[in-house]
């Protein structure tokens, strides 16, 4: 059932970008519906290894039966905790896909879409305390203001954050619904729907602390992976995919590139592809959500 749950995108060329030793050890930090995962295992033999991360209670159906295969129900800001856990401390490739899947999209009951009425909730794990509802209820307006100006990009940032906070003095945010009554006569007609696709961005980044999961996951990396070690990653906005590029090209959160004494870059990575991999029309057609996607493979030096 995967194409029900989810499409993976730019699926060969992640595989490519793992370049996969049949008797490796392999990650895969973002499971949603299996699709990388269940490639990869395609191409371990017996010897091989493929441990699968994802905090999603739903995700956890997918998991396979296979000796091969670890599924670690839990958030990838706990890579290294987990890795040692299961016995793996190094590995010889990991792979992060940081879009949305179909199934969270398409769930009406999760509140990632605002083509649904549903309840403000936007949580990955569904254990979680914080939910969509209680930003928009409980943060102060110059809060709101910033998420929804670094987070989606929104030039109408502060006019939104200022309408939010003037409505839920009367009535609390609770339904889709509801954010689409203040939210829709402060977009532009012409611009809409992808404002609107921004601003639920911006409040799920919030939500599930996307942007300090991907810095804590990042900064392990490195000590996981084995010499010659592959890091792909597919990142679907401006703001993640900086920080990878940064981290890619020098080895550290800030993206300053040190140099030795005869101006030679050091960094711990060797850059696979210069610029970024995207997907070609035929892969957006046939999967619309792969439009904003952005592929970065690194291969961690001797």
């Given amino acids: 059932m995967e194409n029900v749950y989810h499409t993976p995108a730019l699926l060969l060329p992640c595989m490519e970008g793992l370049s996969i030793r049949p008797d490796g050890t392999y990650v895969d930090v973002t499971f949603g519906g299996g699709g990388h995962s269940r490639e990869i295992l395609n191409r371990l033999s017996p010897k091989g290894r493929l441990l699968s991360f994802d905090q999603d209670l739903d995700a956890a159906k997918n998991a396979f039966d296979d000796p091969r295969f670890t599924f670690v129900r839990g958030n990838f800001k706990h890579l290294s905790n987990f890795l040692k856990y299961y016995g793996a401390e190094k590995v010889d490739g990991i792979l992060a896909d940081l879009g949305v899947s179909f199934h969270h999209f398409d769930d009406a009951s999760r509140g990632f879409s605002f083509r649904f009425d549903g309840?403000?909730?936007?949580?990955?794990?569904?254990?979680?305390?914080?939910?969509?509802?209680?930003?928009?209820?409980?943060?102060?307006?110059?809060?709101?203001?910033?998420?929804?100006?670094?987070?989606?990009?929104?030039?109408?940032?502060k006019r939104l954050a200022s309408a939010i906070v003037r409505a839920r003095a009367t009535k609390p945010f609770r339904k889709v619904a509801d954010l689409l009554e203040v939210a829709d006569p402060l977009l532009g007609k012409d611009r809409q729907k992808k404002d609107m696709a921004k601003l639920f961005q911006a409040i799920r980044i919030e939500v599930n602390g996307e942007m300090d999961v991907l810095k804590r996951f990042l900064s392990q990396t490195i000590a996981s992976l084995n010499p010659g070690g592959?890091?792909?990653?597919?990142?679907?906005?401006?703001?993640?995919?900086?920080?990878?590029?940064?981290?890619?090209?020098?080895?550290?959160?800030?993206?300053?590139?040190?140099?030795?004494?005869?101006?030679?870059?050091?960094?711990?990575?060797?850059?696979?592809?210069?610029?970024?991999?995207?997907?070609?029309?035929?892969?957006?057609e046939a999967n619309p959500r792969s439009r904003s996607a952005k592929l970065r493979v690194a291969e961690l030096l001797s």
């Fill in 230 to 284: 592959r890091l792909v990653i597919l990142t679907y906005h401006s703001l993640e995919d900086r920080l990878v590029k940064n981290f890619m090209r020098a080895g550290n959160l800030e993206g300053k590139v040190e140099q030795d004494f005869f101006g030679n870059r050091l960094s711990p990575f060797r850059l696979v592809n210069n610029k970024p991999i995207v997907p070609d029309d035929a892969e957006v």
């Fill in 119 to 157: 309840d403000l909730d936007m949580r990955m794990n569904q254990l979680a305390r914080l939910s969509a509802a209680d930003v928009l209820n409980l943060y102060q307006e110059d809060r709101l203001s910033d998420i929804f100006r670094l987070y989606g990009e929104l030039p109408t940032a």
